[in-house]
T-cell receptor, first 110, second 116 residues
């Protein structure tokens, strides 16, 4: 079983839609849960992270962790064409090394 | 602040050759991590350098080696290239700390390696 599982998509939505991106993880010891955004031909950039369980909101983005079910979610409200990118979930272990999911490609059409 | 820079941008090699990729960390950062991202996959951790030593290593063979210089820049070397080594190689820098603490990693744009 992979440490982090993520549906690769692609996920195609119209502008203004609410987007839900999800991952599952296997090791209950993980404490930090990250979401990265990667545009084509660029390196990943940190979007937001949560520590332990709960929600965290930043503008149109909400990250959610349910440790009981080992489930990580990212919600995007009022999605924009500029949100079109690959979204990668990740967990941290060791010396802040990242274990990523496969990434979900999101396409937001005008 | 230039952020994390990597060179070259693209590289084409043939099987069996050797390659060296370079990374300059973000100003003030002392830790460099390398990741391999195959097409359609998430990045996979190769190794991390801190204080010029390999501090942690992922599940990659010894053909993959690295180095960190006193100015914190780093090199990734891959020997005896295989077709399967074709990927985007990402460098990430951070400020070193003890294990378990969150230290945000900033990624460079990557080097696209194609092995023919």
């Amino acid at each position: 079983q992979k440490e982090v599982e993520q549906d690769p998509g692609p996920l195609s939505v119209p502008e203004g839609a609410i987007v839900s991106l999800n991952c599952t993880y296997s090791n209950s010891a993980f404490q930090y849960f990250m979401w990265y955004r990667q545009y084509s031909r660029k390196g990943p950039e940190l979007l937001m992270y949560t520590y332990s369980s709960g929600n965290k909101e930043d503008g149109r983005f909400t990250a959610q962790v349910d440790k009981s079910s080992k489930y990580i979610s990212l919600f995007i409200r009022d999605s924009q064409p500029s949100d079109s990118a690959t979204y990668l979930c990740a967990v941290i272990s060791g010396y802040s090394t990242l274990t990523f999911g496969k990434g979900t490609m999101l396409l937001v059409s005008p | 602040d230039a952020g994390v820079t990597q060179s070259p941008t693209h590289l084409i090699k043939t099987r069996g050759q050797q390659v060296t990729l370079r990374c300059s960390p973000k100003s003030g950062h002392d830790t460099v991590s390398w990741y391999q991202q195959a097409l359609g996959q998430g990045p996979q951790f190769i190794f991390q350098y801190y204080e010029e030593e390999e501090r942690q290593r992922g599940n990659f063979p010894d053909r993959f080696s690295g180095h960190q210089f006193p100015n914190y820049s780093s090199e990734l070397n891959v020997n005896a290239l295989l077709l399967g080594d074709s990927a985007l190689y990402l460098c990430a820098s951070s400020l070193g700390a003890s294990g378990g603490a969150l230290n945000e990693q900033f990624f460079g744009p990557g080097t696209r390696l194609t092995v023919l």
